[in-house]
Nanobody
Framework: QVQLVESGGGLVQAGGSLRLSCAAS????????MGWYRQAPGKQRELVAT???????NYADSVKGRFTISRDNAKNTVYLQMDSLKSEDTAVYYC???????????????????WGQGTQVTVSS
């Protein structure tokens, strides 16, 4: 059984930083790509970033240059470092396990089979 638990959300001023963590249990973490999603009120769920089992990353255009996804396979944990935060980054952030180890297409990067419960990020302007 797979369980993903996010932490690190909170309230931060615009221009500030937060680091989200997602701890995985009951999974073959090292063999799967991982992703971060977010969903803001009135908006569709958005794929923010992905990282393959080998460490290759992809980002949504809206966060490129500001967010960094990383993973620590020894700790079964994936991180999302968020810098230069904007009010439009306010959302519930979810981590998810991808179905593949190295998804190379947009379609496969958006295919996730296990999800965390989410952590709230609020950026004040």
């Amino acid at each position: 059984q797979v369980q993903l638990v996010e932490s690190g959300g909170g309230l931060v001023q615009a221009g500030g930083s937060l680091r989200l963590s997602c701890a995985a249990s009951g999974s073959i973490f090292r063999c799967k790509a991982m992703g971060w999603y977010r969903q803001a009120p009135g908006k569709q769920r958005e794929l923010v970033a992905t990282i393959t089992s080998g460490g290759s990353t992809n980002y949504a255009d809206s966060v490129k240059g500001r967010f960094t996804i990383s993973r620590d396979n020894a700790k079964n944990t994936v991180y999302l470092q968020m810098d230069s935060l904007k009010s439009e980054d306010t959302a519930v952030y979810y981590c998810a396990r991808n179905r593949y180890s190295t998804p190379l297409t947009l379609e496969r990067r958006d295919e996730h089979d296990y999800w965390g419960q989410g952590t709230q990020v609020t950026v004040s302007s």
